[in-house]
């Protein structure tokens, strides 16, 4: 006898991603795009007011890492995917995934390097 249709399993449903993983990507996205402009301020000899932006957003990640253990369950890859998919729409061809990708990582170990440091 074939089971009921309600005890069949339910297929899979996207993802759907929640309100804090937004934020995280955009915190991500938003340190990734003042650390870029920094050091293309700082190769073009200019003044780095990108700097101190980029190291403020750096900060609210350190914190809302914190904030949010527990509740999400890996902070990096939440990062990684919510903060690539906005730069993707912002940037479009301009800049390759793989560049992306490798200026997120970078965000994310010097968030990683702070934690380390100042809370253990």
Same mark, same amino acid.
């Given at each position: 006898m074939p089971l009921p249709h309600v005890c069949q399993p339910a297929p899979e449903q996207p993802s759907i991603s929640t309100e804090l993983e937004?934020?995280?990507?955009?915190?991500?996205?938003? +340190?990734?795009? %003042?650390?870029? &402009?920094? #050091? @293309?301020?700082?190769?073009?000899?200019?003044?780095?007011?990108? /700097?101190?932006?980029?190291?403020?957003?750096?900060a609210q990640l350190v914190m809302l890492r914190a904030a949010t253990a527990g509740?999400? +369950?890996?902070? %990096?890859?939440? &990062?990684? #995917? @919510?903060?690539l998919q906005m730069l993707r729409q912002r940037?479009? /061809?301009e800049v390759s995934t793989a560049l992306l990708a490798g200026l997120i990582d970078d965000v994310l170990?010097?968030?990683?390097?702070?934690?380390?440091?100042?809370?253990?």
């Amino acid at each position: 006898m074939p089971l009921p249709h309600v005890c069949q399993p339910a297929p899979e449903q996207p993802s759907i991603s929640t309100e804090l993983e937004i934020l995280i990507g955009q915190v991500t996205a938003a +340190a990734v795009g %003042e650390l870029a &402009a920094a #050091v @293309q301020e700082f190769n073009n000899g200019g003044a780095r007011p990108s /700097a101190n932006a980029a190291a403020d957003w750096v900060a609210q990640l350190v914190m809302l890492r914190a904030a949010t253990a527990g509740e999400i +369950a890996d902070f %990096e890859a939440t &990062a990684r #995917v @919510q903060a690539l998919q906005m730069l993707r729409q912002r940037c479009r /061809a301009e800049v390759s995934t793989a560049l992306l990708a490798g200026l997120i990582d970078d965000v994310l170990r010097l968030v990683d390097r702070v934690v380390r440091t100042q809370w253990h």
